[in-house]
């Protein structure tokens, strides 16, 4: 446990909010009290950054807007402070077409769903259920380039994500892997969706980027997270702290463990027991 916070950074979907829902009250009353103490508070996402997600403290009905935002696993950065903004290269046309190509007998076989994202990369193959549910929550429509490569690769995106059963998951990371393990990762980010992208950026790298602009310690910082893609952003922070009803393996290399689930508020009621309570500060 932490002694003291100056950062609090949290994953979004499945972490601060069950998939589009608003934010819980636990969450949104911790939250607003803490910023009021002083205490800066981000986002960590998969999301690229956009001016929605700038303006996600008002969506949420928060007083004020996110101190920062990692996006992109890591590949994005926002810092509101003074206006700064990060981001890797976009890949290219033609790795996402060596990608799309060598994954294509899995994709056909599995009906697997695929999107782009990043750079105004709307494609998509196979569109349904989560896909579907995925376009909804952010407002916008993919576009079908079902069995057209080329099409779908007519814009340079941030990464690919692989939707499908769970049981086919080992079997999406085998195949990508085997072909483009030295130059790229894939990570998990909900169970059977996985997502390949250039290797060298994760959402801890991001935090660590945000603290040493602002000359932050890792022992004043306590992060919050559900999954894979959350894994090195527990452990950067000097605190990682998985939700109850998060993957298994988050859990086990995280140095603590929420006693509510995402829909209940997990982050804020831990934030409130171990932190707020603690220090007597005042409710807002």
Not at 51 to 79: A, Q, T, V
Request: glycine share 10%.
């Amino acid at each position: 446990m932490l002694n003291k916070i100056s950062v609090v950074a949290a994953d979004i979907d499945m972490t601060l909010t069950f998939k589009g829902e608003p934010l819980p009250e636990p969450v949104k009353d911790a939250f607003i009290t803490l910023h009021e103490n002083g205490v800066r508070i981000g986002l960590a996402t998969g999301r690229e950054i956009t001016d929605k997600l700038r303006n996600m403290g008002n969506s949420w009905g928060l007083p004020f807007e996110f101190d920062f935002i990692i996006g992109m696993n890591g590949g994005m950065l926002y810092d509101r402070e003074d206006d700064y903004s990060w981001s890797v290269d976009l890949m290219s046309r033609e790795k996402l077409k060596e990608i799309l190509t060598w994954m294509m007998p899995l994709i056909d076989k599995y009906e697997i769903s695929v999107n782009a994202e990043g750079g105004g990369n709307s494609n998509a193959m196979y569109i349904r259920d989560e896909l579907l549910a995925s376009a909804k929550r952010r407002g916008f429509d993919f576009v079908d380039k079902t069995g057209d490569v080329d099409g779908f690769c007519e814009k340079e995106a941030y990464k690919l994500l692989f939707r499908s059963e769970p049981e086919y998951e080992q079997e999406i990371r085998s195949r990508f892997l085997e072909k483009f393990g030295d130059t790229c990762q894939m990570i998990a980010t909900f169970p059977g969706t996985v997502e390949a992208m250039e290797k060298g950026y994760d959402k801890g790298s991001g935090l660590r980027k945000y603290a040493d602009r602002h000359g932050i310690g890792r022992n004043e910082i306590i992060a919050f997270g559900d999954n894979e893609n959350d894994n090195a952003l527990l452990m950067v922070a000097g605190w990682g702290v998985a939700l109850i009803d998060g993957a298994e393996k988050t859990k086990l290399i995280a140095d603590d463990v929420t006693f509510d689930t995402c829909r209940d508020g997990g982050v804020g009621t831990y934030l409130k027991k171990n932190y707020i309570d603690p220090h007597g500060l005042a409710e807002k």
